[in-house]
């Protein structure tokens, strides 16, 4: 094993590979591993928040708290 040392350092200050704590490394993976896409804007169902807040209150009078949410 080679272990090099920069020579504007004192000899002392040098630790030895073992003892060093290791490197954190990041993998990098190639870009054309992914695909890159837009999604068209959702509608939305009421015309003001006040319409929304009438309209939740009216479904949750009729049908209570959700109890499962739908995956997006």
């Known amino acids: 094993m080679t272990t090099l040392i920069?020579?504007?350092t004192s000899a002392s200050h040098h630790?030895?590979?073992l003892l060093?704590?290791?490197?954190?490394s990041i993998r990098l993976y190639p870009?054309?591993?992914?695909?890159?896409?837009?999604?068209?804007t959702q509608?939305?169902?009421?015309?003001?928040v006040l319409a929304r807040l009438?309209?939740?209150?009216n479904d949750y009078a009729n049908h209570g708290m959700r109890r499962t949410a739908e995956a997006s």
């Open 54 to 57: 009438a309209r939740l209150e």
């Open 20 to 24: 060093r704590p290791p490197t954190p």
């Open 31 to 40: 870009l054309s591993n992914y695909t890159f896409g837009t999604k068209e």
């Open 15 to 17: 630790t030895p590979p």
């Open 43 to 48: 509608p939305e169902e009421d015309p003001s």
């Open 6 to 8: 920069n020579p504007n």
